[in-house]
């Protein structure tokens, strides 16, 4: 009777081993075995590991050291097996003209040949936080376990004393403890073969520690990415660490769970597709499937975030924000930017076209907007807030189509209505914000020449009729550095010399 087998398709050749957690730091501190950021694996999970005296850390060490030190393997994968990976898929870019991926895939593999070249040996995919967070700083000395565990010590069979290591750093413990310490086993499997998304997609089906969001599956579920590569290169440290100061992480929005990264990339996907993406269509613009928002609307929107983080940069006690309010903050630069355009979309919200004189204060009007349409009460009274709040059965409820109703989802629904209630607000505060020179409004662009000279009966700005043959300057009664604006009143066709002449200097105008 002959031997039936199956075999699966597309099988990871992993190969299991024992060594030791010292092993795995002594590794990693010579280099053998190195880290990729950020695709084969998730950034480190700092702040959820050192939060509260790094508690998670000092958790790890004590289980693993007293009993479970093969219950987590750490999973690596040959560097030599990632070089040839990317090399067949940038053959394959490069066939398909991929100009993006190709440059991207280019980096990484010289990243990985320089690793290699090294002495580098191995990726670690798996147990990143562990080693970096928990192994590296105990046998350095620099973090102790904080809770009791005895070790009877011996000399020649013969019981000497029980010693605590509790709160001992590890160069200050008995040699025979750190030497029993540093045997302590640890399972390690190296990946030898298989495709690059298959060793992604088995990384994250085991979900080591903290948990996968939806959207890390998606943003660390790729290798390489036109998208990533462009968050990473407007996502700067200085804007990381603000949000992590001043933005409250309650939400998806997590930083240590990519949120940032999400956030960028929701807002990019809206104002390029008119629509907030699902995280079908985030996967399908990471998998480089769908157009890609340009570098520059992601660069914007950086730019916008650093606006209100510049504004909100305190070195005292302060009350942290949503990401939300940042959202919104972003929502609404970037349609009074594009208030100019035609289409209904960017034009529905009634945003009139402004420019900005005084971006910190502009960024306090704002909040002082926020706080507005939040309130339960109408700024100078106590009467209901009627465009935000109903009372139902004796309570507040959020108003179906007000600012926040349109809070408690990211629907383009729920955009359109906080943004048409921000846009009333704003309208109802102009006059205001002009006196203060906070903003400018109409007529920020010059008016095109034929427009002036109509405009002015083909006078010149002495009075004088001018040459239609003569070449003329749009010259300011008013110079723009006096505060004079570009309204049809205050320009008139001018002679260049004369123009150059009185440049920030108002033009001294005959009365007759």
């Known amino acids: 009777m002959s031997e039936q087998l199956a075999v699966l398709k597309n099988e990871l050749k992993t190969v299991p081993g024992v060594k030791t957690l010292y092993w795995c730091y002594e590794q990693m501190k010579e280099g053998k075995i190195v880290t990729i950021p950020p695709f084969l694996q998730r950034q480190l999970q700092k702040r959820v590991w050192e939060m509260t005296g790094s508690t998670k850390s000092k958790q790890?060490?004590?289980?693993?050291?007293?009993?479970?030190?093969?219950?987590?393997?750490?999973?690596?994968?040959?560097?030599?097996?990632?070089?040839?990976?990317?090399?067949?898929?940038?053959?394959?870019?490069?066939?398909?003209?991929?100009?993006?991926?190709?440059?991207?895939?280019?980096?990484?593999?010289?990243?990985?040949?320089?690793?290699?070249?090294?002495?580098?040996e191995w990726a670690k995919i798996d147990g990143q936080s562990r080693s970096k967070l928990a192994l590296t700083p105990f046998f350095e000395s620099k973090q102790t376990i904080d809770e009791s565990m005895k070790y009877d010590l011996f000399d020649?069979?013969?019981?000497?004393?029980?010693?605590?290591?509790?709160?001992?750093?590890?160069?200050?413990?008995?040699?025979?403890?750190?030497?029993?310490?540093?045997?302590?086993?640890?399972?390690?499997?190296?990946?030898?073969?298989?495709?690059?998304?298959?060793?992604?997609?088995?990384?994250?089906?085991?979900?080591?520690?903290?948990?996968?969001?939806?959207?890390?599956?998606?943003?660390?579920?790729?290798?390489?990415?036109?998208?990533?590569?462009?968050?990473?290169?407007?996502?700067?440290?200085?804007?990381?660490?603000?949000?992590?100061?001043?933005?409250?992480?309650?939400?998806?929005?997590?930083?240590?769970?990519?949120?940032?990264?999400?956030?960028?990339?929701?807002?990019?996907?809206?104002?390029?597709?008119?629509?907030?993406?699902?995280?079908?269509?985030?996967?399908?613009?990471?998998?480089?499937?769908?157009?890609?928002?340009?570098?520059?609307?992601?660069?914007?929107?950086?730019?916008?975030?650093n606006e209100f983080f510049d504004y909100y940069k305190l070195d005292k006690d302060f009350n942290k924000f949503s990401s939300t309010v940042l959202k919104n903050w972003i929502l609404y630069r970037y349609m009074l930017d594009n208030a100019d355009k035609k289409e209904s979309f960017y034009s529905q919200y009634g945003f009139p076209e402004i420019k900005i004189s005084q971006k910190k204060s502009f960024v306090k009007d704002f909040i002082e907007i926020d706080k507005i349409l939040t309130s339960k009460v109408i700024e100078g009274s106590d009467d209901l807030n009627e465009d935000s709040w109903e009372i139902v059965g004796g309570k507040y409820n959020p108003k179906a189509g007000g600012y926040v109703a349109g809070n408690n989802n990211d629907k383009t629904e729920y955009i359109e209505w906080k943004l048409h209630a921000i846009a009333k607000v704003l309208n109802s505060r102009l006059n205001k914000l002009i006196t203060e020179n906070v903003i400018t409004v109409e007529n920020i662009e010059m008016p095109d020449m034929v427009d002036v000279e109509v405009y002015n009966g083909f006078k010149n700005i002495d009075g004088e009729v001018s040459d239609p043959r003569d070449k003329k300057h749009r010259g300011h009664k008013k110079s723009v550095k006096n505060k004079g604006s570009n309204k049809f009143e205050n320009i008139a066709p001018q002679k260049p010399q004369d123009n150059l002449e009185y440049n920030k200097r108002d033009v001294v105008l005959n009365d007759k």
Do not use: C
Not at 161 to 190: C, H, Q, W, Y
Not at 198 to 218: M, N, P, W
Not at 243 to 257: F, L
């Open 60 to 120: 790890y060490l004590y289980s693993a050291f007293k009993a479970t030190s093969l219950f987590d393997p750490f999973i690596l994968v040959k560097l030599s097996l990632l070089i040839n990976l990317l090399e067949d898929e940038l053959k394959e870019w490069k066939s398909n003209k991929k100009t993006d991926l190709v440059n991207q895939g280019t980096m990484v593999l010289n990243d990985l040949k320089t690793k290699l070249s090294k002495g580098g």
């Open 156 to 305: 020649n069979d013969e019981y000497t004393e029980t010693f605590d290591i509790k709160g001992i750093p590890f160069n200050k413990m008995p040699l025979s403890v750190r030497n029993t310490l540093k045997r302590k086993p640890a399972i390690i499997i190296v990946i030898e073969d298989g495709t690059l998304d298959d060793i992604v997609k088995a990384l994250i089906s085991k979900q080591q520690g903290e948990k996968f969001t939806k959207f890390q599956e998606i943003y660390h579920g790729k290798y390489i990415s036109v998208l990533a590569n462009r968050l990473r290169t407007h996502i700067k440290k200085p804007i990381r660490d603000a949000y992590k100061k001043y933005v409250n992480q309650n939400d998806k929005y997590k930083e240590e769970q990519a949120g940032l990264e999400l956030l960028v990339t929701s807002l990019s996907s809206f104002f390029k597709y008119r629509d907030w993406p699902s995280y079908d269509k985030i996967k399908r613009i990471i998998d480089n499937s769908d157009d890609i928002p340009s570098e520059t609307l992601i660069e914007q929107i950086t730019g916008y975030m």
